[in-house]
């Protein structure tokens, strides 16, 4: 007999406070393991706050109607969790830490850390894996290039690179192309159509329809800490939609499977 495989995201009737204000307000949303999926919305939207939830850094309100489950579990070590849910923010800024070379930052991955101290014991499989990510990224040749010497689309790969070394089942991309110019929106909207034609889960978490690759075929609108809208991206990615969650009047324009706002 066929099993089902759990979701890599189920969320059910989900509120979720900060502070004394209530950020995310019932929300239901499920994503299957392997799907690739945008979740849209303006600043201020509820993005992070979902981000958090998902990542186990913040908890829902205990509530008789709630539930939440990763890859089919309700409880999880984060450790644990990190090795199928390949984690991509800009939150990590390694670029502090400028020397750094790309192999150690890229190695920081297997200890959820920034920087490798000596009580932490990188094997021969740790780093061999990690070269074999950067290598994934076309990126080899920055294993041995300080952070600090790095371009911000490189150091991009580089992170995205981190968060492959468990080889994990999906990635989550936290509006991946802050900081970015022309030049490196366009590798990384590469780099996430090659990861999505390798099978892997894609994640996609933004305010920018440009980043919206055409693999992503499904787009969750997120406005007000609420879910305003799911669906094909075609139905989701429409002029009214738009003006809708980003309060503005605006123009959708598709050319290619990708779409941009005017």
Not at 94 to 109: D, F, H, K, N, P
């Amino acid at each position: 007999m066929e099993t089902t495989q759990p979701a890599l995201l189920d969320l059910q009737h989900i509120s979720v406070m900060r502070g004394e204000q209530v950020v995310l307000h019932d929300v239901t949303l499920r994503i299957a393991d392997g799907e690739h999926v945008a979740i849209l919305g303006p600043n201020g939207s509820g993005k992070s706050t979902l981000i958090k939830t998902i990542t186990r850094e913040i908890y829902p309100l205990a509530r008789p109607e709630s539930r939440a489950t990763i890859f089919g579990l309700e409880r999880w070590n984060v450790f644990e969790l990190r090795s199928l849910l390949g984690i991509v923010s800009n939150d990590l800024a390694i670029a502090e830490y400028e020397s750094v070379t790309g192999l150690e930052a890229v190695l920081t991955g297997f200890f959820s850390s920034i920087g490798i101290t000596t009580r932490m014991e990188v094997t021969p499989e740790m780093e061999r894996r990690a070269l074999a990510a950067l290598a994934r990224l076309e990126a080899a040749h920055l294993a041995d290039r300080a952070i600090g010497r790095m371009s911000s689309g490189e150091e991009r790969r580089v992170l995205i690179a981190r968060a492959l070394v468990h080889e994990p089942r999906a990635l989550l991309l936290d509006e991946p192309s802050t900081s970015l110019d022309f030049s490196a929106q366009k590798e990384l909207r590469r780099t996430m159509q090659a990861l999505a034609h390798s099978g892997l889960g894609l994640v996609l978490v933004t305010h920018q329809l440009s980043d919206i690759v055409p693999e992503i075929e499904r787009v969750i609108l997120l406005c007000a800490g609420r879910v305003v809208g799911d669906g094909p991206k075609a139905e989701m990615l429409t002029t009214g939609h738009m003006k809708e969650i980003f309060g503005v009047d605006v123009e959708v324009v598709e050319r290619d499977g990708c779409y941009h706002l005017w």
